[in-house]
């Protein structure tokens, strides 16, 4: 996500960030760089404008070129100006009563760009922090619609509302709050069709739901793809209907970010939510200061720490370094760093949280086949020979490799480079000044 505008920031903000000195004519060219940046990731031009002409009003004063550190103040300026062009965090969170009360969110957007996903994804982090949702089928257009919703809801234990053969998505809502107050269920999450803004009629029709629900929360689910397309339309619906945020999907899929750099500025809604991929765990709350981090190139270490207290809690993780400390790390904790590795997401989204990784280190550099291959060698092997690897001699490497797909000479490299990798966490884990310049590298 933001590849683009990230690596352009990136190099401005390495460019400037170490001077001791810096004059006029640094400023200038690169706040051309970022306006340049900001055009190409089709960033509304208004928007462009007032950051452009900010960064520079501030950046000329005394303030920055008569500072100790001018480079880093530049970087500042560029940074809280980037926040403020996504949001704050105030008006991030989802506006929802108390447990004992029946909550509403309202979804709606164009057909096709991800609203019944997004509902389900919600359904599913609300229900994961501790509230009882239920989903409505309320698409009675889409083919297919009610199923998939139903399918979804299966998935995550979620109970979806429908009436069959129901045509009218105000009906269908009322009923669903009714018994969503009767079963005690605090989140009441209505999946609505797909509808163009220009079409008069279906904008009546989700006003006419949204005035019988007086849902607590609208959001508008745009596909980010669409760029300033997105923008254009959310605006649409908050003159006819009303929202109260926006929901980006396929936000991993977006190299630009032009939609979600402008939609704070144009429609005066904030970004709630992001989808970051297909599965059911990705859709992450917008934080804009983290997002103005990665753009900028400083990476996200906080969602990187989310993210990882996902995959491995706090007791797993002292006994990992126990076991770092006293060299007993084996192959079958290899394993299951591998498979958190999977669940944090893909070595991309990783990456972009680490900080001075973007554009150090990319995808590509990562040998996706030969962790694919090791995962296998491993999974081949008895339970005695992944908590003793010196067992494994001629026979037994020869059979693995048999059983994984491989040849002996993998099998070979993948115990010589455990073997190193178990040294060098010993090494981690008992030398302080070490793990201090290691933290030192990444900008911690």
């Known amino acids: 996500m933001f590849d683009s505008i990230s690596d352009k920031f990136s190099t401005v903000v390495r460019t400037l960030a170490g001077k001791s ?5 640094n400023i200038q060219d690169a706040v051309e760089e970022i306006k340049v940046a900001l ?25 920055v070129l008569k500072a100790v550190d001018p480079g880093q103040q530049f970087v500042k300026i560029v940074y809280d100006r980037m926040v403020a062009l996504l949001g704050d965090e105030e008006h991030q969170k989802l506006l929802l009563k108390g447990p004992d009360t029946t909550s509403v969110i309202l979804m709606m957007g164009l057909q096709g760009s991800g609203k019944t ?47 069959d053969g129901e045509k009218n998505p105000v009906k269908v809502a009322k009923a669903a709050l009714a018994l969503a107050k009767k079963d005690q269920r605090d989140v009441l999450i209505v999946d609505t069709s797909g509808r163009m803004h220009l079409d008069e009629t279906l904008m009546d029709e989700i006003k006419r739901v949204s005035e019988a629900l007086k849902p607590d929360e609208t959001l508008f689910v745009a596909d980010s793809m669409t760029g300033q397309n997105a923008v254009t339309i959310a605006q649409e619906f908050e003159q006819k209907v009303g929202i109260t945020g926006v929901v980006l999907s396929k936000f991993d899929s977006d190299t630009r970010g032009g939609a979600a750099l402008s939609l704070r500025s144009v429609v005066g809604k904030p970004i709630k939510f992001i989808g970051t991929g297909e599965k059911t765990e990705d859709l992450e709350p917008f934080h804009p200061q983290r997002i103005a981090s990665r753009i900028l190139g400083m990476g996200d270490v906080v969602s990187l720490v989310e993210k990882a207290q996902e995959t491995i809690n706090e007791q797993d993780a002292l006994k990992m370094q126990e076991k770092m400390a006293k060299n007993t790390f084996d192959l079958q904790d290899y394993l299951d760093q591998l498979n958190r590795m999977d669940k944090m997401g893909s070595v991309d989204q990783i990456l972009e949280m680490i900080p001075g990784a973007k554009g150090q280190i990319s995808e590509d550099d990562i040998d996706k086949k030969e962790i694919k291959r090791e995962k296998a060698i491993i999974c081949s092997m008895t339970y005695a020979e992944r908590t003793n690897y010196r067992i494994m001699g001629p026979t037994r490497r020869k059979r693995v490799a048999a059983g994984s797909g491989t040849n002996v000479s993998d099998v070979n490299r993948m115990l010589k480079k455990f073997e190193k990798m178990r040294l060098t966490m ?5 030398n302080k000044k070490y793990q201090a310049a290691m933290l030192k590298q990444m900008g911690m």
Do not use: H, W, Y
């Open 21 to 25: 000195k810096i004059t006029e004519k």
């Open 39 to 63: 055009l190409d990731a089709d960033v509304n031009l208004r928007v462009v404008r007032r950051f452009v002409n900010g960064t520079m009003e501030e950046a000329m004063g005394e303030k």
């Open 117 to 163: 996903t997004t509902a389900s994804k919600l359904a599913a982090r609300l229900k994961k922090e501790g509230r009882r949702p239920m989903l409505v089928a309320a698409d009675l257009v889409r083919p297919a619609a009610i199923l998939q919703l139903k399918v979804l809801g299966d998935a995550i234990g979620v109970p979806v509302f429908s009436i």
């Open 426 to 430: 010993k090494k981690f884990a008992k």
